[in-house]
């Protein structure tokens, strides 16, 4: 029974190899862009932490500002 279900599901895949493309494009852009949301909210967070620490020296050069 499985086998008869993958055979049949590569045969319709292979078909339309347009619309594979497509799909297998648009579902690796997808994936890229939620993988990339997800490491600048990361990343973003886990600089605000580190901003707001206690042991952070704020170093200014005299006559500059």
């Known amino acids: 029974m499985l086998l ?4 049949l599901v590569v045969k319709n895949m292979l078909r339309s190899k347009t619309r594979l ?3 297998a494009g648009g579902c690796a852009v997808a994936t890229f862009v939620v993988c990339f949301f997800l490491a ?6 886990s600089m605000l932490d580190k901003a ?3 042991n952070n ?3 200014r050069q005299k006559d500059r500002y």
């Open 57 to 59: 020296l704020v170093v």
């Open 52 to 54: 707001g620490a206690s």
């Open 40 to 45: 600048a909210n990361h990343s973003l967070s």
């Open 4 to 7: 008869k279900l993958t055979t």
């Open 21 to 23: 493309m497509a799909t």
